[in-house]
């Protein structure tokens, strides 16, 4: 069922056994899982059923050292989150981003990857992928070539969601028996009854105000409004904040153009690195550091992917949106003017076409400029943080203030895969590092990835974290916090997988 706190308002709140604060990818799979295992659920979400302009408001931040893109364009108030948004790009984390590293100081979580396998196959049905490839030697079989292999490089696929709107892909669960939706709801304050939580007191911005109680509450919000929420003064203190680690220690991945590739043969060139289609899923093909040779240079963990830039991308970029529209049959999303330039590009989407249906590859026009795109790890301990500034917010909360660092071991790692590319990609292309890549001045090149993690890390002990290893906020008998505020490391893969994963067994802890 879904209801809008701007419209009406709750008489009484119910009985519902747990609470989900927020309706972004982990609230609406948690959700979707409680449900399943026959739990009531309340969901509270601070946006419409749309991405509303108004609403976007509370995101408004105070950003302090490097330039934090973002902080304001990757984050979206509404039902479905920033899976509105989204591209959709699924992938696990690697074994050594569980483990312990004797080179990278706060590296390693409280238990092995191990832990997440069975959540991890869950995670992929609710993602739309339960039938997906799962071997990526398998996804080269099925293209009849060989799996590449580049030494000191490990090659492996991303898979992306048919339909990333979360919204749209549970949307039956969320109106439908025993789940109720409220739009609007912003939560202001948690209710406190000791070391237990009695409510969620939450506002408009038009400041209408309502209090929902349920018997268990999980916060899922986003890694950076997770801290900013659990950092508002409170009287008597910060009960799970002991350790001082809330907002501490913030990563995102570090994304640059790192070098010009120039293929030798562009046939084989193309084979190993435009992104493939099978049975309606997309693979995107990549290439980590190996594990080895992070060991040997005491690197982070980094990763890349090519960069093909085109003065054509805009125009193919349409033409696949508009298509993708029509064979949906979301016709109220294709204008005029989408149709004009689907019809202007006829030969554009001819090539496209046979591409993606004959070859099963993406297309890519032959005189679009190649970059290595580089995505690496931040350190555990990073620098950044996340703090709360002085003015307030529309919901009358103090609002962010984000200070993102890049320290020299990240740009260290990068030059080193770069050193490692281009001798292991020898045989198929020349790489070319970026003339800044020797220096500090890189860092003018280094963007955010829109991947926010840390400043609420998972710890058993309340000394050395912010939540347990079952997500329970420190200093709390029935708050979670699922996130991916409490990851203790980063990665080099898109975080969103490894936090549904934590939702699935969340949702088996609360069972």
């Not at 799979?29 to 946006?47: D, F, I, N, P």
């Not at 100081?105 to 409280?110: N, Q, T, V």
């Not at 506002?203 to 986003?222: I, P, Q, S, W």
């Not at 490391?489 to 549904?500: C, E, M, Q, R, V």
Request: glycine fraction near 12%; aromatic fraction near 8%; hydrophobic fraction near 40%.
């Amino acid at each position: 069922m879904i209801r809008d706190l701007e419209r009406e308002r709750p008489v009484g709140t119910g009985a519902h056994d747990v609470c989900i604060v927020g309706a972004g990818a982990a609230g609406i799979v948690l959700a979707v899982e409680l449900r399943r295992l026959g739990k009531s659920v309340l969901v509270l979400e601070g946006g419409g059923g749309q991405v509303e302009e108004a609403s976007q408001e509370p995101y408004q931040s105070e950003v302090a050292g490097l330039p934090h893109n973002g902080i304001h364009t990757g984050r979206f108030r509404a039902k479905g989150g920033t899976t509105t948004r989204w591209g959709g790009q699924i992938l696990e984390f690697d074994e050594g981003d569980f483990a312990q590293r004797e080179w990278v100081a706060g590296s390693g979580w409280p238990f092995g990857k191990s832990e997440l396998t069975a959540w991890y196959a869950r995670a992929l049905e609710l993602e739309g992928l339960g039938g997906t490839i799962g071997e990526d030697a398998a996804v080269w079989e099925r293209l009849g070539l060989a799996m590449p292999e580049v030494r000191g490089l490990q090659q492996y696929f991303s898979r992306w969601c048919p339909e990333p709107n979360f919204a749209r892909v549970h949307g039956a669960v969320l109106e439908g028996e025993g789940v109720t939706v409220w739009l609007h709801a912003n939560a202001v304050e948690l209710v406190m009854d000791g070391g237990r939580a009695v409510g969620v007191r939450c506002r408009t911005l038009g400041g209408v105000e309502a209090t929902f109680a349920a018997g268990e509450y999980v916060f899922c919000l986003g890694a950076i409004e997770s801290s900013r929420f659990f950092l508002q003064p409170r009287e008597g203190g910060l009960p799970w904040n002991e350790s001082g680690l809330v907002g501490r220690h913030f990563q995102d991945h570090i994304d640059a153009n790192a070098a010009t590739v120039l293929p030798k043969s562009a046939g084989a060139f193309h084979e190993v690195f435009d992104n493939v289609f099978l049975d309606g899923l997309k693979y995107h093909p990549k290439m980590r550091l190996a594990a080895a040779v992070q060991a040997k240079r005491k690197t982070l963990n980094v990763a890349a992917t090519m960069n093909f830039v085109s003065d054509m991308d805009d125009a193919m970029a349409q033409t696949k949106a508009t298509v993708k529209h029509l064979l949906r049959g979301r016709l109220d999303e294709v204008g005029a003017r989408d149709l004009a330039g689907l019809l202007g590009n006829l030969p554009l989407l001819a090539r496209q076409t046979y591409r993606y249906t004959a070859q099963h590859r993406a297309y890519n026009p032959a005189d679009a400029r190649i970059l290595l795109r580089v995505h690496c790890e931040q350190e555990p301990e990073s620098a950044s943080s996340i703090t709360l500034a002085e003015g307030r917010d529309g919901l009358g909360l103090l609002r962010t203030r984000l200070d993102w660092q890049i320290a020299d071991t990240e740009l260290e790692t990068i030059r080193a895969y770069v050193a490692v590319a281009t001798e292991a990609l020898g045989g198929l292309a020349e790489v070319v590092p970026d003339g800044a890549l020797g220096s500090r001045e890189f860092v003018v090149n280094c963007v955010d990835s829109n991947h926010h993690m840390g400043g609420m890390r998972m710890a058993a002990d309340k000394s050395d974290g912010v939540v347990d290893l079952n997500l329970r906020l420190h200093g709390t008998r029935n708050v979670y916090v699922c996130s991916s505020a409490v990851f203790p490391t980063g990665g080099y893969s898109n975080p969103t997988h490894t936090l549904l994963a934590l939702a699935v067994r969340l949702a088996a802890h609360l069972r």
